[in-house]
Nanobody, 121 residues
Framework: QVQLVESGGGLVQAGGSLRLSCAAS????????MGWYRQAPGKERELVAT???????NYADSMMGRFTISRSNAKNMLYLQMNSLKPEDTAVYYC???????????????WGQGTQVTVSS
């Protein structure tokens, strides 16, 4: 089994910054794409950013220039640096990873449990 655990969420004032982390552990052979998604109350889950194991990055338009995604392949870690936060960034942020599971060498998509980010005006 594979676990994804997010951390770093919290309450911040508008204009502030937060850094989210996601630790992947378990029966991991390798990790392909990883990403951050978010879900605000009453809304569907949406893409924030993704990054491949080769470092190719994709951002949602509304996050470009404010958020920076990065990863450590050696540590199986994913990060999201969020700057210039706005109240509309308030949501639960989820880590996602496409993992090649060591026991089966098959690729399975996993989600973390989410971390709450609240931006006050």
């Amino acid at each position: 089994q594979v676990q994804l655990v997010e951390s770093g969420g919290g309450l911040v004032q508008a204009g502030g910054s937060l850094r989210l982390s996601c630790a992947a552990s378990g029966s991991i052979f390798s990790i392909n794409a990883m990403g951050w998604y978010r879900q605000a109350p009453g809304k569907e889950r949406e893409l924030v950013a993704t990054i491949t194991n080769g470092g190719r990055i994709n951002y949602a338009d509304s996050m470009m220039g404010r958020f920076t995604i990065s990863r450590s392949n050696a540590k199986n870690m994913l990060y999201l640096q969020m700057n210039s936060l706005k109240p509309e960034d308030t949501a639960v942020y989820y880590c996602n990873a496409k993992v090649v599971v060591a026991t089966a060498l098959s690729t399975i998509q996993y989600w973390g449990q989410g971390t709450q980010v609240t931006v006050s005006s």
